[in-house]
């Protein structure tokens, strides 16, 4: 069972300062499932290698969901791929991310129309924390993906969200 | 009493670390034999042939970049010299070799990927990285031409989208300076290394008379011994030009036509594409690109079937018009598709870290697998 | 090396009881075609016969030829009754140096073509994917499944057909865009 | 230490956890240092850069994945055997924590001054091989089975060369106690086992070449013990996804991790032990020339760790340069080769003992 399962009620400067802690830990630690579909799997290579260094992020590629934390959904989700891809997403454990890479995941790129076998839009399935547009997104713009994600989890708080 | 037996179904992907993308092997075994493979497509399968048949010819281009995304411009340019048959234009000298020369550098990355991702299948980690680094130069080289790191949209019908820029042929002089020192630093690290030969050879033994009946082409038909190159048995474009060697296998550790001699001939076949650029280079004439460009795309009735020599094997365009600016039906010989069915021949009777290394010296492409 | 002429003249001496003919208006490949349940026996002549010795199928390639009766539906969408599927096939021969075309037809209806997979093992998932895309039946094929499409995807729905229709869901998930 | 606490404190109890807990204060820093280094290693061998971001340099890494870890949720998934699932990553992590009791990290303190350290030490670590099974078995995973089948092969073979080459150095040093060994390779480096031990004379040259196919085998065997590349088939990524720990998430993931950085660390600690000095300075100590008694102590831990990292960076160097071998291989390097080669050695080095 996680920390962040339960909620506090009220905001205190502990919480306030282990919220930033936690966050702190979570964004530098973002461990990648490592998982390509189609065209931008060898841009997330290209990112992975050494010129342009996803481990100067903390991203690690695992091989096995229980151990991942993001997700990156990169290239065309088909028909027959999205139900792997959800049941992918349900075996990573909380709290995890999905970063959606290029057009196609986005929302089936050049594919949209005549696509009969094609998912517009991997939202569709899962919930996308961040979609990085492209096609297929440079390398730069996957990294500048990630640091937008990293602005999001920077705000994420253990307290109950007021409505 | 006889002990209850049965027998293991392994499934392998679509996410596996080393299915090369999302495909999904089901592995029968016994212990760790395999006695059976089946291959289990259509994780990528993107209607590319739906979406020939509802584009202009030129709008079909960008969708062949997306089949075989490591070797996009060869894509292009199987299929514009098909649509140039069917039109019967005649490109202008200049264009030819910028084809040729791009066409060749992208061979060198295509293989740069399935060497460096065969190394780290069979576990070693850092050749994988090395070649990426090198490859990112020839991306660079693209990238100044046309803007793309991947996918080129290139060549056009009669022409290309840009011309070289001024700077160009320097830096690819570099480049060819710089990677011929690496390929022996890669030979070192990897393929002679013990390990390495002890876990490829004799391995997926490939015999060219099954490798001729199953269709298989490229680097893989040439590891089986078979001297057979499109660009010198069935020359397009201006190949017949060139001096150049056709590496085959010639089981040098182990068996003719086993991973190793697949792994080797595609570390050989990079120096001569390098060779061929080389020469190009020199003998690049001036000239304006977009001379034949045609005002409009519209062949007249009729079919043609265009093959050209893709980093993978035989990639063939099938293009069928019936006279409007429409292609009535695009089909695609995919190398790769053609190359996967002999998995299983290769697999049986070899242990489950085989069907992984077998798999990966076929170098296949998903995207091309499924298109 | 042999035209398409030079090996239809033979293929019309071995075998006189099958029709043959040479389609003409092409502008570069002459196309032999033939009668779609006698094509194994043609096939397997064509890859041990002397001076043909085709030993590899380049590509094989199935066609809706969309030349039946196009009735609009009440949606606006078309349907095509009647007319042909045809298949291509493109031989190669590297221990001669020389390639042909062939073509047959089948009908739209209850497409039927030999499988010649048993001659060249290439053509094992080629016809797969014909009968997958297009719904072409290969008799005597060990294993016709879908091979790029889901294997619960609808009966009957053949997607490079030119009267295709979306189906609305999948699995719960919206096809169109 | 246990006994000397014992006589301050008067307190067994509180002697004992304080004994036990010592290693603990050595085993998680390094961890985090060996995980950094590990990322930093490759990273710099593969003309990378490594974690950058956090921290100066990325020295914050390890500790903000150890963060991450424990927030993760603890996936059980169904079909999954709960009770022994959830108490195989402290088994394996018992198994390679045991170790550290008999390692004698400096003069003045080991955990247990046993006198049958090194066979106190083969023997527990069996623990870690039936941790491993009970994780792939309980898994409910064909990876993960195929994974702790495999290591458990693997462990079992490996321990037969390394036994048999401790023997040799048993049955030549004439003791199994390892801060005796350690104790007996005192003063300067020419007295290390690997260079033929303390006594002078013609067997000490005559060893030389014995003991260093010795030192080869029992690297190889303990590098397939720790399932390091090139025999890490166990976790292969490429077959089988991450072997035996493919359904652990969180902190029980961590702790296999833990386990099998501890284990890095214990191994390389017993080959610096035996072959080359244990917590031995190579050049006398500051202390004795200062006559700071007191230092003496921290300069042995000092080299104790030293040489233990210096050689879990060997195992690195080895993990980012060599592919893996096959199971069938490995097999074969065993049985083969090691085996026979340690039999025959052993024999030459008790021939050569008996004269």
């Known amino acids: 069972m996680g920390l962040l399962d339960q909620e506090f009620l009220d905001s205190n400067i502990v919480i306030a300062k282990s919220d930033d802690l936690l966050n702190w830990a979570r964004l530098s630690s973002l461990w990648q499932l490592s998982f390509g579909l189609a065209c931008c799997a060898i841009e997330m290579m290209a990112t992975s290698a050494s010129n342009y260094d996803f481990d100067r992020f903390g991203v690690m590629p695992r091989p096995t969901p229980r151990q991942a934390d993001i997700i990156i959904i990169s290239g065309t989700v088909t028909l027959k791929m999205a139900i792997r891809i959800k049941r992918l997403y349900e075996q990573m454990p909380d709290p995890k991310y999905i970063i959606s890479m290029g057009s196609c995941a986005n929302c089936g790129g050049p594919y949209w129309e005549h696509g009969y076998h094609v998912l517009k839009g991997v939202d569709r399935v899962i919930p996308v924390d961040v979609y990085v547009p492209g096609c297929p997104p440079r390398p730069e713009a996957l990294l500048e993906g990630l640091l937008k994600l990293q602005e999001k989890i920077r705000h994420e708080t253990l307290r109950t969200k007021k409505a | ?371 | 090396m042999k035209t398409a002429k030079e090996i239809l003249e033979i293929l019309q001496k071995k075998f006189p009881e099958i029709e043959f003919s040479l389609v003409e208006d092409e502008p570069s490949d002459q196309i032999i075609f033939t009668d779609a349940l006698k094509i194994h026996e043609i096939c397997e002549f064509l890859r041990d016969g002397e001076g043909l010795k085709f030993d590899t199928l380049m590509n094989l390639s199935g066609v809706d030829d969309a030349n039946g009766e196009k009735q609009t539906n009440d949606d606006g969408s078309e349907t095509i009754v009647g007319g042909t599927l045809s298949v291509y096939y493109n031989l190669d021969s590297i221990e001669l140096n020389h390639k042909t075309t062939l073509q047959v037809s089948t009908s739209r209806e209850s497409p039927k073509v030999e499988s010649v997979n048993l001659i060249w093992r290439a053509a094992d998932w080629h016809e797969r994917e014909a009968y997958d895309m297009l719904g072409i039946k290969f008799l005597n094929h060990p294993d016709l499944r879908r091979i790029l499409m889901p294997y619960d995807w609808e009966e009957g729905s053949y997607p490079l057909r030119k009267d295709y229709k979306d189906p609305e869901f999948y699995q719960g998930m919206k096809v169109p865009y | 230490m246990y006994e000397s606490l014992v006589e301050i404190t008067g307190l067994e109890i509180f002697a004992a956890f304080v004994s036990a807990a010592m290693p603990v204060a050595f085993l998680v820093p390094f961890v985090i240092i060996a995980v950094y280094l590990e990322r930093k290693v490759s990273a710099h061998m593969q003309d990378r850069l490594g974690p950058m971001r956090v921290g100066y340099h990325g020295l914050l890494q390890t500790i903000a994945d150890f963060f991450k870890l424990i927030q993760k949720e603890d996936i059980v998934a169904e079909g999954i055997d709960k009770k022994f699932f959830n108490f195989a990553p402290f088994l394996v992590f018992a198994g390679s924590y045991a170790v550290y009791a008999a390692l004698p990290f400096s003069s003045k303190y080991i955990g247990s001054e046993t006198d049958l350290g090194i066979f106190y030490i083969i023997a527990i670590s069996g623990l870690v091989v039936a941790g491993i099974l009970m994780a792939g078995w309980t898994s409910n995973n064909k990876y993960s089975l195929y994974g702790a089948m495999r290591s458990a092969a693997q462990i079992i073979s490996y321990e037969i060369p390394t036994a048999l080459v401790i023997l040799s150095i048993i049955m030549w040093t004439g003791t199994m106690s390892l801060a005796t060994m350690s104790e007996m390779q005192t003063a300067y480096f020419w007295n290390w086992n690997i260079l033929g031990g303390p006594e002078w004379g013609i067997t000490k040259f005559v060893l030389i070449p014995f003991l260093l196919v010795a030192f080869i085998i029992l690297y190889v065997s303990t590098l397939a013990e720790v399932n390091r590349t090139p025999f890490d088939m166990p976790e292969a990524e490429s077959e089988l996804v991450a072997g035996y720990h493919t359904e652990y998430s969180g902190m029980k993931f961590a702790m296999f991790f833990l386990a099998e950085y501890g284990n890095m660390f214990a191994v390389s600690a017993i080959v610096s032990v035996i072959f080359f000095g244990g917590y031995q300075s190579p050049f006398g100590y500051l202390g004795n020339t200062l006559g700071i008694e007191w230092l003496v102590p921290f300069e042995q831990v000092f080299w104790f760790a030293a040489k233990g990292i210096f050689f879990v960076f060997v195992q690195m160097w080895l993990r980012w340069t060599l592919p893996r071998v096959r199971v069938d291989q490995l097999m074969t390097i065993c049985w083969k080769y090691l085996i026979p080669y340690s039999f025959v050695n052993l024999l030459v080095i008790g021939i050569i003992t008996l004269l």
């Not at chain 2, 490859?135 to 990238?143: A, H, Q, S, V, Y």
């Not at chain 2, 120096?271 to 001379?291: F, H, R, T, Y």
């Not at chain 2, 870290?353 to 499924?370: C, F, M, N, T």
């Open chain 2, 1 to 371: 009493m006889a002990l209850k037996t049965e027998e293991l179904v392994l499934n392998m992907g679509p996410q596996h670390p080393s299915t090369h993308g999302v495909l999904r092997l089901e592995v029968q075994l016994e212990g760790e034999l395999v006695t059976k493979v089946t291959p289990h497509l259509g994780y990528l399968h993107r209607c590319f042939e739906k979406h020939a048949e509802a584009m202009t010819y030129p709008q079909v281009i960008p969708y062949t970049d997306r089949m075989d995304y490591l070797a996009s411009m060869y894509n292009n340019f199987g299929y514009v010299i098909g649509v140039e048959k069917m039109l019967g234009i005649q490109v202008p000298e200049r264009v030819e070799y910028i084809r040729i020369i791009m066409g060749e550098l992208q061979r060198i990355a295509s293989h740069m990927v399935a060497l460096g991702t065969y190394g780290l299948d069979i576990g070693a980690f850092t050749p994988f990285l090395y070649l990426f680094r090198d490859r990112e130069k020839i991306l660079t080289l693209f990238e100044i031409t046309c803007g793309a790191r991947l996918l080129y949209n290139y060549m056009w019908v009669g022409g290309l989208s840009h011309d070289l820029h001024p700077d160009f042929e320097r830096l690819t002089r570099e480049f060819i300076s710089y990677f011929r020192p690496n390929i022996d630093e890669l030979n070192n690290l990897l393929t002679y290394n013990k390990i390495f030969v002890e876990r490829t050879a004799n391995i997926g033994v490939l015999p060219k008379e099954t490798a001729i009946n199953y269709g298989i082409t490229g680097p893989n038909l040439r590891a089986s011994g078979l001297k057979y190159d499109l660009r010198r048995n069935d020359p397009y474009s201006i190949y017949d030009r060139f001096d150049f060697e056709i590496p085959v296998g010639e089981g040098l550790v182990g068996t003719v036509g086993d991973c190793w001699d697949r792994f080797y001939v595609r570390v050989l076949e990079m120096e001569q594409s390098l060779k061929i650029v080389e020469q190009a280079l020199n003998q690049l004439p001036e000239g304006d690109i977009n001379e034949a460009l045609p005002k409009r795309v519209k062949p007249p009735k009729g079919s043609i079937y265009q093959r050209v020599e893709n980093p993978k094997g035989e990639l063939g365009y099938f293009i069928i018009s019936d006279g409007t600016v429409n292609p009535f039906r695009v089909k695609v010989r995919a190398p790769s598709f053609v190359n996967l069915a002999i998995l299983n021949e290769l697999s049986k009777g070899h242990l489950v870290a085989d069907i992984i290394a077998i798999l990966g010296s076929l170098d296949i492409v998903l995207g091309e697998i499924d298109r």
